[in-house]
């Protein structure tokens, strides 16, 4: 934690959350605990209140339903302040951008600062606050969630990570801001399940032939709606590689 930080939770008060998201917490529960790894590595104080916070509310807010994304954004803030969070971390790209985009819009008295652990562990690394332990020689492929590169332009900071670990980054067809979705997002599985699972064979395919072995994302809708759609080439969440990669600076 940087010294900064350290003065405003002596002088200021407030926690920091780490909120891991639904489908991270429920279905992807490897990831939640790489990242609560990570973020000790890091030295960083966080609080978990799974049981107390609901859903940020991304689902409801895409199907329609103002209404309940509204009583969930209200409801969750109220727990917030109760809690006295000031900061959020979280790796669900939906999430980040409804706290980041849509909470502001419902809650004008909003302050929370929101951060994506790709960003949060990058500025660890650049600023030496996490040292790089682990050098992979390996070509990959980079799938990047919609959510975090069209919705948030995160889309720097994974790629710097994988590059300081020592990947060599393939980029497929369609990468960054024009990059394709992964046939995921929306609540598409639910309404048209054979539709998603053509859009994630369809970018299964682009990544194959980009020739590597490998595709790496940052959110785990996309790694658990590729993987299901992939037969040939492996697909992980970073946080897999990162965690593998890192250490405290002595």
């Known amino acids: 934690m940087k010294f900064i930080d350290k003065l405003q939770d002596i002088f200021l008060g407030g926690n920091t959350l780490y909120y891991p998201g639904c489908l991270t917490?429920?279905?992807?529960?490897?990831?939640?605990?790489?990242?609560?790894?990570?973020?000790?590595?890091?030295?960083?104080?966080?609080?978990?209140?799974?049981?107390?916070?609901?859903?940020?509310?991304?689902?409801?807010?895409?199907?329609?339903?103002?209404g309940d994304f509204q009583e969930l954004a209200k409801r969750n803030y109220k727990t917030l302040k109760a809690h006295r969070i000031k900061k959020i971390i979280t790796n669900?790209?939906?999430?980040?951008?409804?706290?980041?985009?849509?909470?502001?819009?419902?809650?004008?008295?909003?302050?929370i600062k929101t951060e994506h652990t790709s960003s949060l562990i990058w500025n660890l690394i650049n600023n030496n606050e996490l040292e790089i332990i682990k050098?992979?020689?390996?070509?990959?492929?980079?799938?990047?969630?919609?959510?975090?590169?069209?919705?948030?332009?995160?889309?720097?900071?994974?790629?710097?990570?994988?590059?300081?670990?020592?990947?060599?980054?393939?980029?497929?067809?369609?990468?960054?801001?024009?990059?394709?979705?992964?046939?995921?997002?929306?609540?598409?599985?639910?309404a048209d399940k054979e539709l998603a699972d053509a859009i994630a064979k369809k970018r299964i395919k682009q990544?194959?032939?980009?020739?590597?072995?490998?595709?790496?994302?940052?959110?785990?809708?996309?790694?658990?709606?590729l993987k299901r759609n992939s037969n040939k080439i492996e697909v992980i969440e970073i946080s897999e590689v990162i965690l593998n990669a890192v250490r405290k600076p002595k």
Do not use: Q
Request: net charge neutral; glycine share 8%; charged share 25%.
């Open 135 to 190: 050098n992979k020689k390996e070509e990959i492929t980079y799938h990047d969630p919609c959510h975090l590169s069209r919705y948030s332009e995160i889309i720097d900071e994974p790629r710097n990570i994988l590059k300081k670990i020592g990947y060599t980054i393939i980029e497929m067809e369609k990468n960054k801001k024009n990059s394709m979705c992964c046939g995921g997002g929306g609540g598409l599985i639910g």
């Open 207 to 225: 990544a194959e032939e980009t020739g590597t072995k490998k595709v790496i994302t940052s959110c785990p809708l996309c790694m658990e709606h």
């Open 25 to 66: 917490r429920f279905v992807s529960k490897n990831i939640e605990k790489n990242y609560r790894e990570i973020l000790d590595i890091s030295g960083i104080s966080y609080v978990i209140l799974n049981n107390e916070l609901s859903c940020c509310g991304c689902p409801v807010h895409n199907a329609g339903y103002k």
């Open 92 to 111: 669900c790209p939906a999430c980040y951008n409804v706290f980041v985009n849509e909470y502001p819009k419902i809650i004008p008295e909003w302050n």
